[in-house]
């Protein structure tokens, strides 16, 4: 299960920009107005071997009785209560404020580790100025430049070495574990308690009724394999509870200790963006994943209808077109049973492992076929390859030019391992690192 660290602060004090340099990508909106981050926004941030998980909130305004900061200080309170680290960001262009005097109070309530962070400090001269924020009380500031990157190194440093090392409760279950995900209301609740064939979750029409995740354990052949049933995903504008709001951090976390992730959709509703982003957030984990369309009864349909619906979703998630889909009906229990049958397959595919000499046989010959291009006016070969890791499962490529291997080349690289050794459900990591002899007899020695 993912470490937590949640980003507070009044508005439009760069919390937003912070968090978009420690997760390397522009997810967050940024605008110099306040108030622009309505929603909490989430992230994965890799550092010196460590993850966690970074939730953005928006601009608290501790004591207003206006409608929106209410809400966004609901936000802040749900962010507080699920993080292990609270990042407190300042501003060191305005110096310290009321605001920021009330936010500390509020933070302090939390009991959690507390990292006063002033950003904003562009040189050394703002830097000083930040010395004024020892009032508050909360230990030496970090100061940083969210714009330009100054400090956050030594920002996340500091945060790996508060977080608490990962638990190893999962870890060591070696049952198969489910996640069934995906929006309100689209029957997940009901496709658990078919399986268990009991009332294990409550089941209304009214959607977001699950506002917990329960798990639950299903015999298959003897097998007990464990099914993780969460609350459904909304959109962000229509998320207005702090208790929905609950909901996506536990959805979260539960594609973090599942093995394989079931994406489940409403046939008649149709496979839209916020699927795509749940199938993402699993795929971005590694995790093995599967697409199950259910409510198939009410849809009107001829030989060829799953076979459109199928080609619909593909081209939606062209390049994911490996995750298998399988359409149920939990009302008739039409193929329910199917959904642990292709879970257990996939779980396998990604627990798969290929021998070096059968790697280098098959993909070496492919690359001879179609060698890599020239980059930059520099040769690229590609003269061994490795599996060293499964479970998810990692291809190690030595090479010459590590750095310069383009993308359209690995996903090359990809589709030829599918093609050969399928991974069905299961997303492949391709690294490449520089050619060493020594290695390569090492791994060959070790493998073959």
């Not at 909130?57 to 749900?78: C, H, I, K, M, W």
């Not at 703002?126 to 920002?155: C, H, I, K, Q, W």
């Not at 990692?394 to 690995?410: A, Q, W």
Request: charged fraction near 30%; hydrophobic fraction near 40%; proline fraction near 4%.
């Amino acid at each position: 299960m993912s470490n937590t660290v949640a980003i507070i602060g009044r508005p439009n004090v760069g919390k937003s920009t912070l968090f978009n340099r420690l997760i390397k990508q522009r997810d967050a909106i940024v605008e110099d107005e306040p108030g622009v981050t309505r929603d909490r926004l989430y992230g994965q941030v890799e550092w010196a071997g460590h993850q966690f998980t970074l939730i953005d909130t928006g601009g608290l305004v501790p004591n207003s009785d206006e409608l929106f900061e209410y809400a966004v200080r609901n936000q802040a309170q749900v962010a507080l209560d699920e993080a292990h680290i609270i990042l407190f960001i300042v501003d060191a262009r305005s110096g310290l404020t009321a605001i920021d005097k009330d936010i500390a109070d509020f933070v302090r309530k939390a009991s959690k580790p507390v990292l006063l962070v002033v950003n904003k400090a562009d040189n050394d001269k703002s830097e000083e100025e930040g010395v004024e924020f020892y009032e508050l009380g909360l230990g030496d500031p970090y100061a940083v430049s969210a714009m330009n990157g100054r400090g956050t190194g030594d920002l996340l440093d500091e945060i790996v070495s508060l977080l608490p090392e990962p638990s190893r409760e999962y870890e060591e279950d070696t049952r198969l574990k489910l996640a069934l995900l995906g929006r309100p209301n689209v029957g997940k609740s009901s496709i658990t308690n078919e399986l268990l064939g009991e009332e294990r979750s409550i089941v209304t029409d009214v959607p977001g009724t699950t506002r917990d995740s329960v798990d639950s354990i299903v015999k298959y052949y003897g097998e007990e394999i464990v099914l993780v049933d969460t609350a459904g995903l909304r959109r962000r504008k229509k998320v207005n509870e702090s208790i929905e709001l609950y909901s996506v951090v536990r959805t979260i976390k539960a594609i973090d200790r599942c093995d394989v992730a079931v994406v489940v959709i409403d046939a008649e509703q149709g496979f839209d963006r916020q699927d795509a982003r749940i199938i993402t957030e699993a795929v971005e984990r590694r995790r093995g994943v599967m697409i199950v369309v259910n409510k198939w009864d009410l849809i009107q349909k001829d030989s060829n209808t799953a076979a459109k619906y199928e080609k619909k979703i593909y081209e939606r998630i062209a390049m994911l077109s490996y995750i298998p889909i399988l359409f149920v009906s939990a009302l008739t229990r039409q193929r329910l049973t199917n959904i642990l049958q292709i879970a257990k397959a996939v779980h396998e595919e990604r627990s798969k492992r290929i021998t070096t000499s059968e790697l280098n046989d098959v993909i070496l010959r492919a690359i001879e076929n179609h060698p890599p291009p020239a980059v930059k006016g520099k040769d690229l070969r590609i003269n061994f390859i490795v599996q060293p890791q499964a479970v998810p499962p990692v291809f190690l490529c030595f090479t010459n030019h590590p750095g310069l291997v383009p993308e359209h080349y690995t996903r090359y690289l990809e589709n030829v391992i599918r093609e050969r050794y399928g991974f069905m459900g299961a997303p492949i990591t391709i690294v490449y690192k520089q050619k060493n002899r020594m290695r390569e007899q090492e791994y060959s020695t070790r493998t073959l």
